[in-house]
């Protein structure tokens, strides 16, 4: 029904910023939330920055005041942007989406796309 397709990602080196996106396609007028999530090697998938239609946006500690999360008015597309990436950032990042229907809801998720850095 939502189909999420990211694009960006790469080798960066650690100071340097990055852009990832995502495009959202299907029934984009039911999403209620949107975001980004990563997953290190052998660690659990965490929340990177995330937003919704009540105005709520959340960002992982370690990603408030470097990480922004933007999106466009028709909520088909949203993008994150890293600046001063760092070490610790590294990690495929999978862009979200929650969708609220009448008897619950629904989460889909992208292919994700690897953020690594070359230092």
């Known amino acids: 029904q939502v189909q999420l397709v990211e694009s960006g990602g790469g080798l960066v080196q650690a100071g340097e910023s990055l852009n990832v996106s995502c495009t959202a396609s299907?029934?984009?007028?039911?999403?209620?939330?949107m975001g980004w999530y990563r997953q290190a090697p052998g660690k659990e998938r965490v929340l990177v920055a995330e937003?919704?239609?009540?105005?709520?946006?959340n960002y992982a500690l370690s990603a408030e005041g470097r990480f922004t999360i933007s999106r466009d008015n028709d909520w088909d597309m949203w993008c994150l942007r890293m600046l001063c990436r760092k070490h610790e950032d590294t990690a495929v990042y999978y862009c979200?989406?929650?969708?609220?229907?009448?008897?619950?809801?629904?989460?889909?998720w992208g292919q994700g796309t690897q953020v690594a850095g070359s230092s």
């Open positions: 979200h989406a929650r969708v609220i229907t009448g008897v619950g809801y629904y989460d889909y």
């Open positions: 299907g029934s984009v007028t039911s999403i209620y939330a």
């Open positions: 937003t919704d239609r009540d105005g709520r946006t």
